[in-house]
């Protein structure tokens, strides 16, 4: 990546710093089943703080973007040397990251909670913690099956034959994760690739400090550095990392960073997966009970102070619902968050940058007119803080930045509609959004909304949850990403599917070979006439 690239990459991250700027900590993993956790680190108090004196210490240590190309080789090495891990190694890889995930798991909220200068416990375990010890029992149960080569399909022509299909470890992975889940966002990938027998390289959010030094030590600890690798460090490192020849690279971040992380991936023609967000609606249909509408999205929307990928961006309410919406979506913040400055339960913005571009968004709306529904039930001065409160946005219009960018925190933009066909083209006449909420209870016309949109993933009558259901593929499409992770295809795309066919001592082929136009060959000829025929249409 050149330099104009880089400095075009820092320029974007330093203004969309929503998954951005990727990190580097090298701590990596193989096993060939000798490498165990250091019993004492793994079990130390986990009450230990986290200091900034500690993040500086550990920082001094981290690799520069000169160092990443030897890591890189270094693990390609160790996969050369055991190209297609067994089941039972597989399986121990998962069981080492599974018991790390305990042994720092108090430490692992407090970092994370540092990073945001406060959230919420309970959030960091229901979103990141405990989603990713599901994920590894889900390819626990299900490796073998996954792994076992499967029996195709062999044309009359070529029998006698048999044709399989392997899947094979594509080698050594790339995973870029952002500040917003740094935990779940760095890991989930990385429980697919392991599953898949691959090892893995992982550059941290800079905006995550904390959580990005204590995955590194984390990482250190229950892998050697030829399995798994966590780098942290600036743009400079991230620039690097992105331009490794991975056999694979995973990033979830913005889509303006994602283009420049495609186009260097391309460099080395290295296949990609991008989670990029955008701007996801949800849609309220009239004959769905509108409170129950409002509570269920301000759970969502309160998740992280709506610092999440698949936060409803939007909600598309009937007109004449609009008020009755607004004002059931603020009882349930309120119930839920009687207080917000210094209640633990209320996460706050992740850097003063993030809260400025937020407030940029209100203030951008409230002077061309829209107004502003703040929702602080016990009016408290937020000033000295990164926290801020919910607020709903009514009169909006796409000439506002809260209807063009997607938001990432805790604003959300209500949208009124006539007919559900309007509220419909109202969501395909803009970019396809990493997720779909839909409330009806009517199925048949949720599977009208289904069929007749097109995002990354669909929940009905809910929001946000299809993430933590680990049997569905996870990903966006076009201008949210492209490829998934997550379920079985989630091994499928960190594994190569490689046709195999096999022949036997007979090889009916010879008979017909040239010269042309003998006996077998014409009799062959007039039986592929009689099978493929012209369709009538």
């Known amino acids: 990546m050149n330099e104009s690239l880089a400095n075009a990459w820092t320029g974007q991250l ?45 920082s001094a240590k981290s690799v520069t973007a000169a160092d990443l190309a030897g890591l890189l080789d270094k693990q390609r090495q160790a996969y050369l040397q055991d190209p297609m891990p067994s089941r ?4 121990h890889r998962l069981d080492r990251l599974h018991n790390a995930l305990f042994d720092y798991r108090a430490q692992l909220e407090e970092a994370v909670s540092a990073d945001f200068s406060n959230r919420a416990v309970a959030e960091t375990n229901m979103t990141e913690l405990d989603p990713l010890l599901q994920g590894i029992a889900y390819y626990r149960k299900r490796l073998g ?34 500040w917003n ?6 890991l989930s990938p990385l429980v697919g690739a392991l599953a898949a027998g691959n090892r893995a390289m992982i550059k ?13 030590e984390m990482i250190a600890d229950a892998f050697s550095d030829d399995e798994v690798l966590v780098v942290t460090g600036d743009v400079d490192v991230a620039t690097a990392f992105t331009k490794l020849p991975f056999d694979h690279l995973v990033f979830t971040g913005s889509t303006s960073v994602g283009k420049i992380v495609m186009r260097a991936a391309a460099e080395n023609l290295t296949p990609v997966t991008l989670e990029l967000g955008g701007k996801s609606p949800a849609i309220i249909h009239r004959d769905f009970p509108i409170e129950e509408a409002a509570k269920r999205l301000a759970f969502s929307k309160g998740i992280n102070a709506g610092q999440l990928c698949v936060s409803p961006d939007y909600v598309l309410c009937p007109r004449d ?15 839920s968050y009687p207080t917000m400055r210094d209640n633990k339960d209320y996460t706050a913005i992740i850097t003063d940058r993030q809260k400025e571009r937020l407030e940029g968004y209100l203030v951008d709306a409230q002077e061309k007119g829209a107004e502003l529904l703040v929702i602080n039930p016990a009016k408290e001065d937020f000033s000295g803080t990164r926290k801020m409160p919910m607020t709903l946005v009514k009169g ?39 997720a779909l909420y839909y409330f009806d209870w009517d199925k048949r016309r949720a599977q009208h909304v289904v069929e007749q949109t097109h995002s990354g993933g669909v929940a009905l009558n809910e929001a946000t949850v ?3 259901f680990d049997d569905l593929p996870f990903g966006g499409v076009g201008p949210s990403g492209m490829g998934h992770y997550h379920g079985k295809e989630g091994f499928l795309t960190f594994s190569k599917a490689k046709g195999v066919i096999r022949k036997g001592r007979i090889n009916p082929m010879m008979w017909i070979a040239p010269p042309w136009e003998n006996w077998l060959f014409r009799q062959v000829a007039a039986l592929q006439s009689r099978r493929y025929r012209r369709r009538a249409i």
Do not use: W
């Open 396 to 434: 909006a219009n796409d000439d506002m930045k809260v209807l063009q960018d997607e938001i990432f925190g805790p604003i959300i933009t209500v949208v009124p509609y006539d007919s559900l066909e309007d509220a419909i083209d109202y969501v395909n006449s803009h970019p396809r959004p990493l």
């Open 466 to 468: 299809h993430v933590l």
């Open 14 to 58: 330093r203004m969309t710093e929503r998954h951005p700027t990727l990190n580097t900590n090298p701590e990596d993993t193989d096993m060939q089943s000798t490498h165990e956790p250091k019993t004492n680190v793994a079990r130390r108090s986990s009450a230990k703080a986290i200091t900034g004196q500690e993040t500086a210490r550990s």
């Open 88 to 91: 039972k190694t597989r399986i």
């Open 145 to 178: 099956k996954f792994m076992k080569p499967q029996r195709r399909h062999t044309p009359l022509s070529q029998r006698p034959a048999s044709a399989m299909v392997h899947y094979q470890p594509l080698g050594v992975v790339g995973i870029v994760a952002p």
């Open 204 to 216: 941290t959010s800079e905006f995550s400090p904390r959580t990005g030094e204590l995955l590194k």
């Open 321 to 335: 619902q609009v008020d009755a919406f607004c004002n059931a979506f603020a009882d349930s913040i309120c119930g």
């Open 181 to 186: 889940f740094p935990i779940f966002l760095a």
